[in-house]
């Protein structure tokens, strides 16, 4: 049971880039799924999930109108696509799993705890 990040790179300001996180010997969508990331220096904080159900996905205002998270259950795998980037979303982003309520409104990011290894993010010109 393992998820696996991938899709990081060196980006310029203004560029795009898409991450994935695959899930291997369980159905990502048993779960809510969130991605979360960690700045050098910085604590890690969660950027984005999507929720087993219908409801909708969350971002924190730091990404809001920028990243969309999506999902794809025929390739188990969930999305998160990042526009418009700036040097201040550079940093190692996570996937992970958790038997956990995501929402419009956040959700609880402790209780994520199957994670998948990082995929390096860099912003810079």
């Known amino acids: 049971v393992q998820l696996q990040a991938s899709g990081g790179g060196l980006v310029q300001p203004g560029g795009s880039l898409r991450l994935s996180c695959a899930a291997s010997?369980?159905?990502?969508?048993?779960?809510?799924i969130g991605w979360f990331r960690q700045a050098p220096g910085k604590e890690r904080e969660g950027v984005s999930c999507?929720?087993?159900?219908?409801?909708?996905?969350y971002y924190a205002d730091s990404v809001k109108g920028r990243f969309t998270i999506s999902k794809n259950n025929a390739k188990n795998t969930v999305y998160l696509e990042m526009n418009n980037l700036k040097p201040e979303d550079t940093a190692v982003y996570y996937c992970?799993?958790?038997?956990?309520?995501?929402?419009?409104?956040?959700?609880?990011?402790?209780?994520?705890?199957?994670w998948g290894q990082g995929t390096l993010v860099t912003v810079s010109s």
């Open positions: 010997r369980f159905a990502l969508d048993a779960y809510a």
């Open positions: 992970a799993a958790g038997d956990a309520h995501c929402g419009l409104y956040g959700t609880s990011w402790h209780l994520y705890t199957l």
């Open positions: 999507i929720p087993r159900s219908d409801d909708s996905a």
